[in-house]
């Protein structure tokens, strides 16, 4: 009998993506399966992905799979902290078998196999609600679907035995209830505690917070994603033991034993999407790659990105950056995706005078890190970009904002020494000694210049050569885990024989 799954994200392509390759890997593993990917204006990034398949990959699973448009009402789209009745509305239709209808395509789905199994972001906390309002945990078992490391899952919601902040999800859910601002001062209020994640370098708590960023609505998400977890059977991870071996062993204990969940590590972001030549280079991104390759030679080029959401809170470190790499005669990429991201026209035209640089709007980021003019990647150090990187085997340097990121860099780059990070980029109040220095290091922009002279010496020399290796080492591991009998391999097919076979 043929089963069913449900897939849902908030519209943060960070989140979808990985499942969206996650859904391709299933399909490809259990013929008998059908997907109906709920989606909102996200839907043409994830039709575009699946568009990448080969032909005769796309061919033997679109017939099961439907990636279904679902307007939501509201104009700004379903948050972590909004509604979204599109899909109540959409997971309703689908568990009594109706017809769903897709408000970009027109297509229409019926008579689909009762609902099965839940794949759910745990930020749409909406969406767990609507499931658990029609079906059971026996009639569908839902799974949260989180996109980022284990590690930043323990800082912030695992008991302080393993580091975590407690039993802070309470906490928040009733300060949120009276006001976000009084709950977000607490939960980021830093004392200099020292925090140890198992398998992480210990860091001191103000250096989760590097630049001066306002988290007071970010924090609404905390009793969210809790309750999420709460209401879920277990977890996916998009993670593997060869990066944080020690955390997941911990956090499953307590998962297993105190919460009695599941927790599943999936992999990291593998080949199982590949990414097809560029078909148009609107800033001529690839004609400038092209050109640097012939004049500088292979792993010249420094590509500078921060997302489509981050930008560096003051831009004069990011102009010290450009203004370095210029006088260094060093090629780099710049894309100023994020809406935060203003660079004067006297820096552009500048770069552009020199030949060496490109700043554009947007650039194709695996199309970038593929090819083999990219020699390093500046990077906020978010857990997609972190994956893209060892993807593609190109060294990290990191420039960390908020989030994941801090403990990511710290991560890669204390432990398995497999990458750089810029420590005189930060900002704010938190502007103090990190646990891995002896002495208080300097944070002006003429601190960041030295820095980043530094570290263009270092990537130059034999220390540069050493980290490389190390990266492509730990490349070759992560990529390892979706080989048959890898780690994700193993643990995907132990989740599907329970859940889906």
Known sequence: MAKHVVLYTIPSWGHAKPLVAFMVLVAELRMDVVFTFIANVRYPNIMGELAKLPRERLENIKDRIHVMNVPNPSAQGPGPARNDPGFAHAFGILWRSETLKCGTTGKEISGLPRLSLAIIDPFAGYAINAIRSLASPQETPIFSWMSGPVGTFTLMFGPKQL????????????????????????????????????????????????????????????????????????????????????????????????????????????SVIPEPPLAKDDEGVVLFLDRILKE?????????????????????????????????????????????????????????????????????????????????????????????????????????????????????????????????????????????????????????????????????????????????????EISNVWREGGEAMVEIEGFLRKYVD
């Open 296 to 476: 500088y030679g292979e792993k010249s080029l420094i590509y500078v990105a921060f997302g489509t959401t981050w930008w560096p809170k003051d831009p004069t470190k990011i102009y010290t950056l450009i203004d370095e790499l210029l006088q260094a005669r060093t090629p780099f990429l710049l894309p100023q995706s994020s809406p935060l991201a203003h660079i004067p026209d006297d820096i552009m035209s500048k770069v552009a005078a020199s030949g060496l640089g490109k700043i554009v709007k947007w650039a194709p980021q695996e199309t970038v890190l593929q090819h083999s003019v990219t020699g390093w990647f500046i990077t906020h150090g978010g857990w997609n970009s972190v994956q893209e990187g060892f993807r593609f085997k190109v060294p990290l340097i990191f420039w960390p904002m908020a989030g994941d990121q801090p403990i990511n860099a710290s991560l890669i780059t204390l432990k398995y020494r497999a990458a750089f990070e810029i420590i005189s980029v930060q900002s704010g109040k938190n502007m103090k000694r990190p646990y891995r220095c002896d002495v208080q290091p300097s944070f002006t922009v003429e601190a960041v210049r030295e820095e980043v002279r530094r570290m263009l010496l270092r990537i130059g020399n034999g220390e540069g050569d050493s980290v490389r290796k190390t990266a492509y080492k730990l490349s070759e």
């Open 163 to 270: 580091g975590g902040l407690g039993d802070i999800g309470s906490k928040a859910e009733k300060e949120v209830s009276e006001t976000v601002g009084n709950s977000a001062t607490e939960i980021l209020t830093t004392t200099g505690e020292i925090v140890n994640i198992p398998g992480y370098p210990p860091m001191f708590d103000y250096e989760l917070f590097p630049q001066d960023i306002d988290f007071s609505v970010a924090m609404t998400v905390v009793p969210i994603i809790r309750k999420s977890i709460q209401s879920s059977e277990g977890t996916l991870f998009v993670t593997a033991s060869c990066v944080e071996a020690e955390a997941i062993a911990a956090l499953r204990e307590h998962f297993t034993n105190e919460l009695g969940k599941e927790l599943i590590p999936v992999g990291l972001a593998s």
